[in-house]
């Protein structure tokens, strides 16, 4: 069966930097679209950055020009390197895959879900 398993979250004072990783396994064939999603306490969960197996890339506005998404398709693995981490950012981060169609913010898009990391900014 598909395993997502996120590493990397944690502690880190404003300003600060993170890399996530997102190690894939029991898929037959790559996810088309994968993604980075976050849920901070008492609130919804939200996409963060998406992107497609051809590297098509798409950002949550608050966080363009701070995190990079990348996937690394050899190794099944996706990435998300967050920078100039503000406190807003603070949640507990998912990633999710889907194996057709086109990326999107909707939950229901993704069949796919990891157990989450979670990322405190201070």
């Known amino acids: 069966h598909v395993q997502l398993v996120e590493s990397g979250g944690g502690s880190v004072q404003a300003g600060g930097s993170l890399r996530l990783s997102c190690a894939a396994s029991?898929?037959?064939?790559?996810?088309?679209?994968m993604a980075w999603f976050r849920q901070a306490p008492g609130k919804e969960r939200e996409g963060v950055a998406s992107i497609t197996f051809g590297g098509t890339k798409d950002y949550r506005d608050s966080v363009k020009g701070r995190f990079t998404i990348s996937r690394d398709n050899a190794k099944n693995t996706l990435y998300l390197q967050m920078d100039n981490l503000e406190p807003d950012d603070t949640g507990m981060y998912y990633c999710?895959?889907?194996?057709?169609?086109?990326?999107?913010?909707?939950?229901?898009?993704?069949?796919?879900w990891g157990q989450g990391t979670q990322v405190t900014v201070s």
């Open positions: 999710a895959g889907r194996i057709d169609g086109p990326c999107g913010w909707s939950l229901s898009l993704f069949s796919f």
């Open positions: 029991g898929y037959r064939y790559p996810s088309y679209c």
